[in-house]
């Protein structure tokens, strides 16, 4: 981008200030926040311009969330924040094929590549009536904080980062993505499709309490039983798929699963799930075929992969049991061959920097905000390539993919000022 003049020299002294307490420190695991840096006079300058325009960042957000983007119908969404990208004078803007809309803010040279990444689309279907109605901090809408929160933050970050003139040493990447609640779809052919090898990932799609830096593994299976199939009169003894299919799902509810993972909230990981089933097509006859599903999660490869395959020999072991045919299908969320341990991405300075500057900026009197192993946003696929990356939020939204989604207006600007203190520290450290 184009910065204005004698921004090197300006950039250079930000730079050696932001710089000097965090190389004083031993400790990598800290991560690259350090107090003073929001009291750098850049930095200062840009926090205080987000409070100064609190009235229209609100404004604005409500304008966004009622522009509707239903997952795969993102286009007019795409169509405002790529203006708003050209407006801030990114590099590279590219609307893909998908829609996903990215620009880039060119850093210096010599730092890393960062990108955050916040999704347009939300589960509500075309037709949904999307008017925000507010109370005065309270707002109210479907997708007021799913993802829209997330994206207004995201925009007027990159905003503030302009106004003070701070110049990063790496490049920070807006990437405004599409269809993530279809299953993190558009993220995923960015990062596979773009070209941009980035060295960190952030997702900005939860609330600002929660900083998660894991990725849920994700297997779905069907599994069909078959007979030839007998009138009722004729059946008495033979091979049954819906008795197969009764006794397999009593036994998928068997499998011991290990005990659930603390610090999830109302998640209760590992689960097996049986969502379906169904078969035959009369009352008086044997059915040829009946099938059922299993939806399995859970927070690392070794543990999915024993519990994989632990539901596949139930089902197999059950269709032998009871001498009926049987065959499967297999759906897998993303391949984590590539995905780093847990302590790893854990300790990593992305994560401690996220985790130090979320907590600095949470509201005061509230829980220290602790890092979550677990993930469902498009962070889960950068985790899957082995790319450092961690979600956090800008607001307190509430209620995420239901029609009574609410937020407090008030929470946006912290949100928006730790958005810039984390972008900073990650590209100038
Ligand atoms: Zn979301």
């Given at each position: 981008m184009i910065e204005p003049m004698s921004i090197p020299n300006r950039a250079r002294s930000l730079a050696l200030l932001i710089a000097a307490p965090v190389?004083?420190?031993?400790?990598?695991?800290?991560?690259?926040?350090?107090?003073?840096?929001?009291?750098?006079?850049?930095?200062?300058?840009?926090?205080?311009?987000v409070d100064e325009r609190a009235t229209s960042i609100v404004d604005e957000w409500i304008r966004l969330v009622e522009i509707p983007a239903p997952s795969g119908k993102e286009q007019a969404r795409a169509k405002y924040i790529r203006a708003e990208m050209e407006k801030l004078g990114l590099s590279e803007i590219r609307t893909d094929d998908m829609f996903n809309v990215s620009g880039v803010r060119k850093g210096t040279g010599g730092g890393p590549v960062v990108v955050l990444a916040a999704h347009m689309d939300t589960v509500f279907p075309a037709g949904t009536d999307v008017k925000v109605k507010r109370q005065g901090d309270l707002l109210r809408a479907p997708g007021i904080g799913d993802d829209t929160s997330n994206l207004m933050a995201e925009l007027e970050m990159f905003r503030a980062l302009n106004r003070a003139g701070i110049q990063t040493k790496g490049d920070l990447i807006f990437l405004a993505s599409v269809q993530e609640e279809l299953g993190l779809l558009g993220a995923k052919h960015w990062?596979?499709?773009?070209?941009?090898?980035?060295?960190?990932?952030?997702?900005?799609?939860?609330?600002?309490?929660?900083?998660?830096?894991?990725?849920?593994?994700?297997?779905?299976f069907k599994f069909f039983y078959t007979s030839p199939g007998a009138h009722t009169m004729e059946s008495r003894g033979g091979p049954s798929p819906?008795?197969?299919?009764?006794?397999?799902?009593?036994?998928?509810?068997?499998?011991?699963?290990?005990?659930?993972?603390?610090?999830?909230?109302?998640?209760k990981l590992p689960v097996i799930n049986v969502g379906m089933l169904g078969g035959g097509t009369v009352v008086n006859a044997v059915p040829r075929e009946a099938?059922?599903?299993?939806?399995?999660?859970?927070?690392?490869?070794?543990?999915?992969?024993?519990?994989?395959?632990?539901?596949?020999?139930?089902?197999?072991?059950?269709?032998?049991?009871?001498?009926?045919?049987?065959?499967?299908?297999?759906?897998?969320?993303?391949?984590?061959?590539?995905?780093?341990?847990?302590?790893?991405?854990?300790?990593?300075?992305?994560?401690?920097?996220?985790?130090?500057?979320?907590?600095?900026?949470?509201?005061?009197?509230?829980?220290?905000?602790?890092?979550?192993?677990?993930?469902?946003?498009?962070?889960?696929?950068?985790?899957?390539?082995?790319?450092?990356?961690?979600?956090?939020?800008?607001?307190?939204?509430?209620?995420?993919?239901?029609?009574?989604?609410?937020?407090?207006?008030?929470?946006?600007?912290?949100?928006?000022?730790s958005l810039i203190v984390l972008a900073v520290a990650l590209t100038t450290h």
């Open positions: 190389l004083a420190q031993p400790m990598f695991a800290q991560g690259w926040f350090d107090a003073p840096l929001v009291n750098t006079p850049q930095v200062r300058a840009a926090l205080q311009s990062l596979e499709s773009s070209g941009y090898k980035p060295d960190m990932f952030v997702a900005l799609d939860v609330s600002s309490r929660e900083v998660w830096y894991g990725a849920l593994r994700i297997t779905q819906a008795k197969a299919v009764a006794k397999a799902i009593t036994s998928m509810y068997e499998i011991p699963l290990p005990p659930i993972a603390t610090g999830l909230d109302s998640f099938w059922f599903t299993v939806d399995l999660r859970s927070l690392d490869s070794p543990t999915q992969d024993r519990l994989e395959s632990a539901v596949v020999s139930t089902a197999r072991r059950i269709a032998e049991q009871e001498g009926v045919g049987f065959r499967m299908e297999r759906k897998m969320s993303a391949d984590y061959s590539k995905a780093r341990p847990q302590q790893e991405r854990l300790n990593h300075p992305l994560v401690q920097t996220a985790l130090a500057v979320s907590n600095y900026f949470r509201k005061p009197g509230t829980p220290a905000i602790v890092p979550q192993d677990v993930g469902s946003t498009d962070a889960n696929n950068a985790v899957a390539m082995g790319i450092p990356a961690v979600a956090i939020g800008a607001t307190t939204e509430r209620m995420p993919h239901r029609l009574e989604e609410e937020d407090d207006a008030s929470s946006i600007v912290p949100g928006i000022q």
